[in-house]
């Protein structure tokens, strides 16, 4: 399984703000549409990830919430391609801490994967895997000595 395969799945909705944007509002959109990260663009391009960790040390250092996005976010994000495969994402999670995941394909933003959205993956493949081997082992032929021995 690869990241595009994920993706497909997933869809590809994206939730995104500018660095300008200020906090409490970035904070709205991501309890409005139910996310933990947005993707911050700018001028077209990304230009970092804000996700829920940042936003509660914000407001945990202001609790005004006067600071915007930009101040906030984390710069230059770990990310992978659409043909990153499986195994390849989990250790780039692992191994950087984060638990969102930009897809990028050259400088296109092709959306974000995060780590709910890699075990959800694991698990349906899994399963897909399972069905296969129980239905391969139900339909199993009798070898010839057990035909044989077979009353008729």
């Not at 191994?95 to 296109?108: A, E, I, L």
Request: hydrophobic share 40%.
């Amino acid at each position: 399984m690869q990241v595009s395969d994920i993706l497909r799945i997933k869809g590809t909705a994206l939730f995104t703000v500018s660095s300008h944007t200020p906090l409490l509002e970035a904070a709205r959109t991501m309890a409005l549409h139910d996310v933990g990260s947005l993707v911050v663009m700018d001028e077209g391009r990304l230009a970092g990830m804000l996700t829920f960790r940042e936003v509660l040390e914000a407001v945990s250092s202001d609790p005004g919430g006067s600071s915007e996005v930009g101040s906030l976010m984390q710069r230059n994000p770990v990310h992978c391609g659409p043909n990153t495969s499986l195994d390849e994402l989990r250790r780039l999670l692992l191994d950087s801490g984060t638990r969102y995941m930009p897809v990028m394909d050259g400088s296109t933003l092709l959306g974000v994967i995060s780590f709910r959205d890699v075990a959800r993956a694991v698990v349906q493949e899994q399963d897909f895997e399972n069905r296969m081997l129980k239905a391969y082992i139900r339909d199993w032929p009798p070898d010839a000595a057990e035909a044989s021995q077979a009353p008729q």
